[in-house]
């Protein structure tokens, strides 16, 4: 093993007795297996605790062919029986929209998807009445006359928050299974206080 002393900023090397090297070795050594073991005994832990963090994406989408992207994307998650929530669906939608959603629920029942939607204290008869008539499709009004400024979406790991507006409505997608789940509790806790509508022939 080699040595070295410093004198006036320059080093001396000096060789050092041949044992010395063999010592230092084996105390590496040592030092080794005390690392390895406790590698071994944190490693489950370290496994665990990586398998159980769920990986989170989020995405911004602008205008209403960005929002309809977010909402394909319910055909291709969901299953026949399976269904998405939807909470604080504005009264008063622009007229666009319109020939879409009658398309997309005729497209949903005949995909054997279910529905629920909770739209603001002050939706009108006749909106509920055209969405209770699709099949699967479970409309109610807000158990409250409390209005929010964005509305909710949350199916299997996506949850969505989308702000409306007549000009350029922005739609966030979080794909993280806690944050849907919580959102789908959020729903629920609603879902529950709310009345059944009575359809109107």
């Avoid at 398998?51 to 394909?72: A, D, L, P």
């Avoid at 008063?92 to 939607?117: N, S, W």
């Avoid at 909770?118 to 008539?133: A, K, M, P, W």
């Avoid at 509305?151 to 299997?156: E, G, I, R, T």
Wanted: charged share 30%.
């Amino acid at each position: 093993m080699v040595s070295y002393v410093v004198k006036e900023k320059t080093k001396y090397f000096q060789a050092g007795e041949p044992h010395l090297i063999l010592d230092y070795i084996d105390e590496r050594e040592k030092n080794l297996k005390k690392t390895k073991l406790k590698v071994e005994n944190i490693l489950p832990e370290l496994l665990r605790k990586q398998g159980s963090v769920n990986k989170s994406e989020v995405r911004v989408f602008e205008g209403f062919k960005g929002m309809i992207s977010v909402h394909e994307k319910t055909y291709e998650k969901l299953k026949r029986g399976e269904e998405y929530y939807y909470l604080g669906i504005p009264a008063v939608q622009p007229k666009y929209f319109h020939p879409y959603y009658i398309k997309d629920h005729a497209r949903r029942a005949r995909a054997g998807i279910k529905c629920k939607l909770l739209f603001e204290f002050d939706t009108n008869d006749e909106v509920l009445n055209s969405r209770n008539r699709s099949k699967g499709c479970d409309s109610r009004r807000m158990p409250t006359k409390i209005k929010t400024p964005a509305w909710f979406m949350s199916y299997k790991d996506v949850a969505v928050i989308g702000i409306p507006s007549s000009t350029l409505p922005i739609t966030i997608e979080i794909t993280n299974k806690e944050v849907a789940d919580s959102f789908r509790n959020y729903f629920e806790e609603f879902w529950k206080l709310s009345k059944p509508f009575k359809a109107k022939l």
